[in-house]
């Protein structure tokens, strides 16, 4: 809500929305992603190890990059090094194992 709220605010120029909407970002990034990270983790718990890794990189990139883009907004150092870190795991991390899984099941309809 923080997030949706703060984008209005700043749309409209109204004081205090871009604090808002940073709020709301850092709250989605350290809360709740990490929330639905441990969740899906739990979820995953029996399932194949490249399951769990993908979902944790995923994720990993995911909260890394965000941090790192809000960085960069704030004009704080090291924002665009996060931003690449974030990037670097999500393409040579995450993608890899989801088109293999991808590619897996595939085989396996034929």
């Given at each position: 809500?923080?997030?949706?709220?703060?984008?209005?605010f700043?749309y409209?120029?109204?004081?205090?929305?871009?604090?808002?909407?940073?709020?709301?970002?850092?709250?989605?990034?350290?809360?709740?992603?990490?929330?639905?990270?441990?969740?899906?983790?739990?979820?995953?718990?029996?399932?194949a190890?490249?399951e769990?890794?993908?979902?944790?990189?995923?994720?990993?990139?995911?909260?890394?990059?965000?941090?790192?883009?809000?960085?960069?907004?704030?004009?704080?150092?090291?924002?665009?090094?996060?931003?690449?870190?974030?990037?670097?795991?999500?393409?040579?991390?995450?993608?890899?194992?989801?088109?293999?899984?991808?590619?897996?099941?595939?085989?396996?309809?034929?």
């Amino acid at each position: 809500m923080s997030m949706t709220i703060g984008w209005l605010f700043k749309y409209l120029n109204w004081k205090a929305g871009g604090d808002m909407l940073t709020f709301g970002m850092i709250c989605f990034l350290l809360l709740f992603l990490p929330m639905l990270a441990i969740n899906r983790y739990k979820m995953n718990l029996g399932r194949a190890l490249s399951e769990n890794i993908k979902s944790i990189l995923g994720f990993s990139g995911a909260i890394v990059t965000g941090l790192g883009i809000i960085l960069r907004t704030s004009g704080m150092q090291h924002g665009s090094l996060l931003v690449v870190i974030g990037i670097l795991i999500i393409a040579f991390g995450f993608l890899p194992f989801l088109f293999f899984r991808m590619y897996r099941k595939s085989i396996e309809q034929i």
